[in-house]
């Protein structure tokens, strides 16, 4: 009798082992540095005071910003195209120490003017510097639209963070570069305003703001446009993957200028492993549409070596996979041209921050913006344990 009873006890314990099992099973497939965002929440607003200078240099068009984690500083590069002063970026400071943002508590510090491979200022309508990102070798990546109107090329370098000097340029793919035909590249003032780098330095992002001319329209009224984004291996400097990204159709409101204007113009890698936040923007004739997307490379083409999605099925092509996270036009602000986004530091809570600028376009009726955002960050193991434990609030 005490025979069977120990047989039957026997499986009990596998029972007990068996969830176990799955889980360990379950965590060694998972990503773990993937993340994932779970909420977002708007923590305060501050604008720059109009026509404000610095260095004798009037701050404006903001088009791009990064966070350096070390010394809790911002660099945000101006699109000034050489017609205010020199290609140059800024150093900001930005106060959220109590958790939320207010007027007063952004600060210019600096001025770092831009400097070619000569160490001399690049030459006015030379470049149209619009996206910045952060090494961890004191230097910045800068991407420049160019002017496809008069054949010059766009570009991403790499600069001194001390000096503004050039110390480096990636090669840009063929299919970008605009050509006299006007028949290929890309679009004047449409091209690369993104840019960031993973967190562990290794692969860089760009992307078109909109479709290249062999690609597609350029994005309408209630129609949205086929951009590329172009990841480089920052080991070897090489461009190496493309992958489309379809921005989405926006519907002007009381549109009496008959303006319209929309596309991508920043992204921001949240891990190694192809997650980001994008920003969409557009002009609808009345204000700003401005949303944020959570965008995975998971399950999406790689399209590097397709030089004209017109010339192919781009039906047949995986696009990245998109999620909105928030329309801020449902927030009670006011926008305006909202072109650059970065991580910030973590606030009193633990939570991530997140800082948005805005491109005030050297225009008085506009202005330099500057929002605030608290996001809660989940991987893989904590969402696998939240399901898992529903009480779990780690």
Do not use: W
């Amino acid at each position: 009798m005490q025979l069977i009873k120990n047989i039957f006890k026997f499986p009990r314990i596998i029972y007990f082992f068996i969830p176990i099992i799955i889980i360990v099973l379950l965590l060694s497939f998972l990503p773990i540095n993937a993340v994932e965002i779970s909420s977002i929440e708007f923590i305060g607003e501050a604008n720059l005071a109009k026509s404000l200078t610095l260095q004798k240099t009037e701050i404006g068009g903001l088009s791009g910003i990064t966070y350096n984690a070390k010394n809790n500083l911002y660099y945000a590069i101006s699109d000034d195209r050489g017609q205010k002063a020199n290609a140059r970026f800024y150093t900001l400071k930005i106060d959220l120490s109590k958790g939320f943002l207010q007027n007063g508590k952004v600060i210019p510090v600096s001025v770092t003017t831009l400097l070619n491979e000569n160490g001399q200022t690049f030459r006015s309508g030379e470049t149209d510097t619009e996206g910045i990102a952060l090494t961890n070798k004191a230097t910045v990546f800068i991407s420049s639209e160019g002017d496809a109107a008069k054949l010059i090329n766009p570009f991403i370098k790499e600069f001194s963070l001390s000096s503004g000097r050039e110390i480096a340029t990636l090669p840009i793919p063929n299919k970008f570069l605009p050509n006299k035909s006007g028949n290929q590249g890309i679009r004047n003032n449409l091209a690369f305003e993104s840019l960031t780098i993973t967190p562990d330095k290794k692969h860089l992002f760009t992307a078109t703001e909109n479709a290249l001319i062999q690609d597609g329209i350029a994005a309408k009224a209630n129609i949205g446009t086929p951009c590329r984004i172009l990841q480089y291996n920052l080991l070897n400097n090489q461009p190496e993957k493309e992958f489309l990204y379809q921005t989405e159709s926006v519907s002007p409101f009381l549109n009496v200028t008959g303006k319209f204007a929309s596309g991508l113009p920043d992204l921001l890698a949240l891990d190694n492993q192809g997650h980001f936040l994008s920003l969409e923007r557009s002009f609808t004739g009345l204000g700003f549409a401005i949303s944020l997307f959570q965008v995975s490379l998971e399950g999406s083409d790689d399209i590097h070596q397709i030089n004209s999605l017109l010339a192919v099925d781009s039906k047949n092509i995986k696009p990245v996979q998109k999620k909105l996270l928030l329309d801020l036009r449902t927030l009670d602000v006011l926008l305006d041209n909202i072109e650059g986004l970065t991580l910030g530091p973590k606030l009193p809570d633990g939570q991530q921050s997140l800082i948005l600028i805005s491109d005030n376009n050297f225009n008085f009726l506009q202005r330099t913006q500057i929002l605030a955002f608290k996001i809660k960050i989940e991987t893989p193991l904590i969402r696998l344990l939240r399901r898992l434990l529903p009480n779990l609030n780690p």
